[in-house]
């Protein structure tokens, strides 16, 4: 069965969802809705990804370590996962990423690909900005993107996870 629940955060009210154990969604929005197949109610599974969550807002986590099971095509897939790759506070283009996959003419098709992330923040879709280092595009809006940024970037601990 698939399950949403919401929890309160820096950045607003975030639905993280999951399906058959593994984290398929996170809604920054309320208005994103997700279908009807899926039912209000908090998990053991949700409630870990938003223990995970509120580390890394506190500065006390810089990786996650949950189940995620997002759904995309394959050029999808190659770039959520090129984008787990990149480390925390750092960040790179989405031409940096289109050289990762193999695919250097894709900068356009990776924010494509980056704008349908349906697990932002656990996969840190935030990290990938215009070539010319400026913010651009984010499901969330640009705001929370830069708040994610330098979130990230002020006050590291380098002994947290």
């Known amino acids: 069965m698939k399950k949403v629940f919401y929890y309160n955060t820096p950045i607003g009210e975030i639905g993280i969802a999951e399906e058959r154990g593994y984290i398929s969604n996170l809604l920054l929005n309320k208005e994103e809705l997700i279908n009807e197949e899926y039912i209000i109610e908090e998990t053991e ?3 870990q990804a ?4 509120l580390e890394y807002f506190n500065k006390n986590r810089k990786t996650f370590s949950l189940p995620l099971a997002p759904k995309g095509t394959d ?3 190659k770039v959520w996962k090129a984008l787990c790759d ?3 506070a750092k ?8 050289l990762i996959i193999g695919n250097p003419k894709a900068a356009r098709a990776v924010g494509m690909a980056n704008n349908k992330n349906p ?5 840190p879709c935030h990290r990938v900005i215009g070539s010319n280092g400026k913010l651009v595009g984010y499901g969330g809006g640009l705001e929370i993107k830069e ?7 002020t006050n590291i601990n380098p002994s947290k996870k």
């Not at 960040?91 to 289109?98: L, V």
């Not at 697990?119 to 996969?123: E, H, K, L, Y």
């Open 45 to 47: 599974l949700l409630r």
């Open 50 to 53: 938003s223990m995970q969550l």
């Open 75 to 77: 050029f999808q897939m």
């Open 86 to 88: 990149i480390p925390y």
């Open 91 to 98: 960040t790179c283009s989405y031409k940096d990423i289109a």
């Open 119 to 123: 697990i932002a923040i656990f996969i």
């Open 147 to 153: 708040y994610l940024l330098n979130l990230e970037k």
